[in-house]
């Protein structure tokens, strides 16, 4: 007689639910340490990004979980470009005011307009948004929404998001003008009320980036939103640069 193999339980379910999760954000740590210690690692982004997903899928996450599905393309397509057309107009206003153009004034960013086309249509989509986007607002999210709610999913992707940023924005008040503007004064002190700021910053930004991605049911909101806060920074920053501080 043999015996039957004893169903899965909710408990059982979601403890390996959670494991993979575990699993997730402990990559997600080791990728952000070596993108900052390798003198070159834009490659790594792209084969992250490839490794998330198909670590998800062999998880059991379906490509709507993941916001890749293509009946919510469209959706995601409008978001994304209402989300692109409004950022555009708030760095417009921005770069065209003198009290706030100096925070478009990023040394990383002081290119000439082929080094800026390259870098916001191809480096920072492929290098940052791609695996940024996946991993957060696709795999990250996909693996909390089975076990939380919406808006715990929410707020636990945008901290972790937040947190992520620590490591970038280590050397930001060197790096950016309006940055080191605010940060004087602070003495000591400079370094970490920047790292604090930017990661409450990029927190909020990832709140709205995740709600883009609830409302849309698409991962292509959240990228747009994404893309026009990274991408259409070093184009503005291209005209702020010639229009001076």
Request: proline fraction near 4%.
């Amino acid at each position: 007689m043999t015996a039957c193999a004893p169903e899965p339980t909710l408990r059982g379910v979601a403890r390996r639910g959670w494991r993979a999760t575990a699993v997730v954000v402990a990559a997600l740590a080791t990728v952000n340490v070596a993108q900052h210690a390798l003198d070159d690692a834009f490659w790594l982004g792209p084969l992250a990004a490839v490794a998330l997903l198909a670590f998800a899928r062999w998880s059991g996450l379906s490509w709507s979980q993941l916001g890749l599905h293509r009946d919510r393309l469209r959706s995601g397509l409008q978001w994304g470009l209402g989300a692109i057309a409004l950022i555009g107009l708030v760095y417009l206003v921005g770069v065209c005011w003198p009290l706030t153009r100096p925070a478009f004034l990023d040394t990383r960013y002081h290119l000439g307009v082929p080094g800026a086309l390259l870098s916001a249509f191809v480096l920072i989509p492929a290098g940052t948004i791609l695996l940024e986007e996946v991993a957060f607002r696709s795999v990250l999210w996909g693996m909390l929404a089975r076990h939380a709610t919406a808006w715990r999913v929410l707020l636990v992707s945008s901290a972790l998001f937040g947190m992520w940023h620590i490591l970038p924005s280590l050397h930001l008040a060197t790096a950016n003008a309006g940055v080191a503007d605010g940060a004087r004064g602070a003495g000591p002190w400079a370094e970490a009320l920047v790292v604090v700021a930017m990661v409450g910053f990029t927190a909020l930004g990832g709140v709205v980036a995740g709600e883009l991605r609830r409302r849309s049911g698409s991962l292509l909101a959240s990228m747009g939103m994404h893309w026009a806060t990274n991408s259409l920074g070093v184009l503005f920053g291209l005209l702020a640069w010639r229009l001076g501080s």
